[in-house]
């Protein structure tokens, strides 16, 4: 990775004309408005189904992309949708959030509809790609078709016990009984692939890489639990042991509560970690960059018992460690990779750190923050880390300003020279930006100097959060102009534009 910087905006947050962001033209657009303005990377959240709270962090499958993300506009135009079918539908209408429940109670019937007029050359097309991931498509769409079935509550809950505890005989009787609304999953699966592959092929074309987010965890109630129980932590119920969290500390007293099944790691180990190469294969496909989230974990991880209230009563659990470092780095030698190091850290986690060579991450807001460590200012910044001005949980550099404590606010402004003629959030990223760090990374939010109301994600929060979503017409010709001028200053412009 040479010098440069990037930009991070999810894909939900773009300003697509049907309730959320997707894979359409704004996408195209987006892309467009980074290679002018001099970015060489695009960071986005992960691109999974989401499933109740709206997180793409807890997704129904690690492999799966959501079907919101689908642009319906480029389905009007292979007339399998009508404008008129699209226009008719309320989306929400407030252009600045996500009405998720809105468009979960129409986004699948709309596809539905795409899915009845597709011709038998689509459906070879998507049966063809349906035995190209043949490792998780087939479990992914009956998961979801029995899910509907179901009433979308989660699997532990399914009144079929056989089916619950994935019986052979329960799961062909159940293929075949819902085999039009599996036939019906895979299509859109194949529609969003499609989609998404066309995008990364642009952005490839444009110089443009794309970093995506592996969650170290996955959602107890997703097609990765329900069809290889075998590599969590689960009793002969399939009901978690143990679940994940993090610690208390002087962000939270109660800790945070994840609930998320942990993995047997020794039972890993003895295949060498086959289910890990695969979930990283799935993700390479989709980026150019991998970030894998709270890296700390593969040390050690806070287990917590089931049934906790909070996650005080947890304890450190040693993680696969070096070795498991090492078979990803032997199995993917060419993917780039950046360790989320953030939280409670170790020795034993800086020397992890130190032998994957995986550049870390500093938070500039961290820098300033007087309940964190002096790591973070960027005068101590190694060459190999990434520079965040903050993550999806940060409030934006503006909201920060309010938010924070005044004598860190201070603090800023006296070590960067902030003033009000460049722009505090100006003087924030030009802060970031000369730093040694390889990559700097800044929210898009912090380039259009929005506050508060644009954070993307409040953790341990339900109900408030990945709503967000940029105005049409924020990326202006004059902002990608300044945003070059701040890139070239810093020396983070492409070879070839220099």
């Known amino acids: 990775m040479k010098r440069s910087s990037g930009v991070l905006l999810p894909v939900t947050a773009l300003p697509a004309p049907h309730g959320i962001g997707t894979l359409g033209n704004e996408a195209y657009r987006f892309i467009d408005f980074l290679a002018a303005a001099g970015q060489q990377y695009w960071q986005i959240l992960p691109l999974g189904p989401t499933s109740f709270g709206d997180s793409p962090y807890q997704p129904f499958s690690s492999f799966a992309g959501n079907p919101y993300l689908i642009d319906l506009d480029a389905l009007v135009e292979e ?60 479990d992914y769409a009956l998961f979801m078709a029995l899910k509907q079935h179901f009433g979308m509550r989660a699997w532990t809950q399914w009144e079929d016990a056989d089916i619950r505890l994935r019986k052979p005989e329960a799961v062909q009787a159940w293929r075949e009984r819902l085999s039009a609304d599996v036939e019906f999953l895979t299509f859109v699966q194949y529609l969003f692939y499609r989609q998404w592959d066309a995008l990364k092929a642009y952005a ?6 794309l970093i995506g987010d592996l969650p170290i965890y996955v959602a107890m109630d997703s097609a990765d639990v329900w069809a290889g129980p075998q590599n ?18 002087s962000f939270s007293a109660d800790g945070q509560l994840w609930g998320n099944p942990l993995y047997r790691w ?8 086959r289910w890990w190469m695969n979930r990283i294969a799935g993700a390479a496909r989709l980026y150019d960059v991998l970030r894998i989230d709270h890296f700390r974990g593969l040390e050690s991880y806070w287990s917590i018992p089931y049934g906790a209230k909070n996650a005080c009563c ?27 190091d953030l939280g409670f850290l170790s020795e034993e986690v800086y020397a992890l750190l130190a032998a994957s060579g995986f550049p870390g991450m500093k938070v500039l807001e961290f820098a300033f923050d007087s309940r964190e460590p002096g790591e973070y200012r960027p005068h ?24 924070a404590a005044p004598k860190d606010v201070a603090h ?35 380039y259009l100097g929005l506050g508060a109301e644009s954070r ?4 341990s929060t339900l109900g408030c959060n990945w709503q967000w979503r940029m105005k049409k017409g924020a990326c202006t010709p004059a902002l990608a102009e300044k945003m070059r001028f701040y890139t070239e200053l810093f020396g983070r412009l492409p070879d070839e534009t220099r």
């Open 380 to 403: 101590t910044y190694p060459e190999n880390c990434v520079c965040y001005t903050g993550t999806h949980d940060n409030m934006p550099l503006m909201g920060w300003r309010e938010d």
């Open 412 to 446: 800023a402004e006296a070590y960067l020279g902030l003033n009000e003629r460049e722009g505090f959030n100006w003087g924030m990223i030009r802060g970031g930006m000369c730093s040694r760090a390889v990559l700097f990374v800044a929210q898009m939010q912090d």
């Open 314 to 340: 947890g304890e450190w659990v040693q993680g696969p460690g070096v070795e498991f470092v090492d078979a990803v780095r032997t199995h993917f030698p060419d993917l780039p990779i950046i360790a989320e």
């Open 204 to 209: 490839g074309a444009r110089n443009v890489k």
């Open 266 to 273: 020794d039972e890993m180990r003895a295949d060498g970690y």
């Open 232 to 249: 969590f932590q689960l009793d002969e119920t399939n009901t978690p042991t143990a679940v994940a969290g993090v610690p208390p500390d």
């Open 456 to 459: 993307m994600n409040t953790p």
């Open 79 to 138: 007339r399998l949708l009508t404008a008129e079918e699209v226009s008719a539908v309320d989306w929400g209408n407030d252009p600045a959030r996500v009405d998720y429940g809105k468009i979960y109670a129409s986004r699948l019937p709309m596809l539905r509809r795409a899915f009845d007029r597709a011709d038998a050359h689509l459906r070879a097309e998507a049966a063809a790609f349906a035995e190209e991931n043949a490792a998780w498509l087939p």
